[in-house]
DNA sequence: CTCGTTCGCTTACATTGTAAGCTTACAGCA
DNA sequence: TGCTGTAAGCTTACAATGTAAGCGAACGAG
């Protein structure tokens, strides 16, 4: 049979084929046959091109981090950062279900190392001395990616969207969750990520 | 055969074992058909007490939180919270490989509740008016698990243990990362933890 | 003693990751 | 043009997984 010659397979096509599937059937949905289905291809075709499923999913942390656009330099060290930090927070909403990923299995790769070397460079001439930077780099990158992993989750083990209501506990134990009660439902999350960001990178400045 | 009479399994006999279990053998080793094992019945024995492996997992998480001590309202706000996110943060360094599981499939549960309204509580008696109080709460907790997370994972990303050591980076390309060269590996983790913590309790001094 | 309920066991099945080996199509050269 | 090496697909096979369905024994209440 003639039939129209194939595109060829390869590692990048696969991968955003990855992403693709998991943002719209979640993780736990995919698997090697379906993946390969979805590309018109066997299973095990796609082992041609990545060397197991576990390094499939570290591929695709290396697609979302590409996805991420890191401000130009031009501004001061206090907005890149905060540009930088929302835009990771960006990449939780883009793929919900696929940024856990990049928590729970960090990249071991050159793009993930340069993206540091590009933070602590931007606070070195800001002025900080190697170490608080480096704290300062951890400090902000854990609570950028421990906030975009809860609002995920729709920030569970409180009472909003969860199976719990507000309403359904008892008043008198739960008296401060009670006052919270209809606000929990309306809270601006670009707000309140601008908080927690605006706390540390304020504190941050004190020791300058 | 007078065989010893069975202790009776229960559902928090199965939830402890396990916890012990991944504690010893990693998460992805965790079988129904292992677990039973361990407790010496058929897998399929598990499913009278617990309705099916996510609801495990759940569970797990349950037995890390009733771990989790709260510190005693005796001190000071600050010192209070301070010991509260100290606990969690200990929760991840004795069980690093269960630990994962709360913050990717946060608890549902009473006692979970019961943990953010002593939080709340205590903001609130600190002066804290109830949305200022909700911000900090998650802002601490969010920086808390992004630092324990990324504290389990050797803080990949960066080229500390990770396959890339900074050592084998081109120095011209990443010079700042090279300053850290050294450093990297004796970075005192407690005093890094403190150090975020300490920023973020010190900005929220700020607001009352 | 009987009987319903609890709880463990056995069997069975669909789905998964992936090893091994076969096949086909094309590139480079004769 | 035909020959051949190689890349990249396909087929088959297997062990491990989660869990549905039904069986049987022990035990507490009447």
Redesign the pocket.
């Given at each position: 049979m003639v039939?129209e010659?194939?595109r060829?397979?390869?590692r990048r096509t696969i991968l955003e084929a990855a992403v693709r599937f998991v943002d719209g059937e979640g993780l736990d949905?995919?698997?090697?046959?379906?993946l390969?289905t979805e590309l018109?291809?066997?299973?095990?075709?796609?082992?041609?091109?990545v060397?197991?499923?576990?390094a499939?999913l570290d591929g695709m942390v290396e697609v979302l981090l590409g996805d991420l656009d890191v401000p130009s330099e031009s501004e001061g060290w206090e907005d890149r950062i905060r540009e930088a930090y929302r835009a990771f927070r960006r990449l939780a909403h883009e793929h919900p279900n696929v940024f856990p990923l990049l928590v729970v299995r960090p990249p071991d790769t050159m793009d993930g190392v340069w993206l540091v070397e590009e933070f602590l460079k931007t606070l070195r001439e800001a002025g900080f001395d190697p170490e608080t930077s480096l704290y300062a780099f951890r400090a902000l990158s854990s609570y950028a990616s421990g906030y975009a992993i809860a609002e995920i989750r729709g920030f569970a083990m409180e009472p909003a969207g969860s199976r719990l209501g507000a309403s359904t506990l008892p008043r008198e134990d739960f008296p401060s969750i009670h006052e919270l009660d209809g606000r929990l439902e309306t809270v601006d999350h670009d707000a309140e990520f601008e908080f927690g960001l605006g706390l540390i990178i304020a504190g941050l400045k004190e020791k300058l």
């Open positions: 039939s010659r194939r060829p397979l390869d949905s995919l698997s090697m046959r379906k390969g018109g291809v066997e299973a095990m075709s796609l082992y041609n091109h060397p197991n499923k576990g499939l």
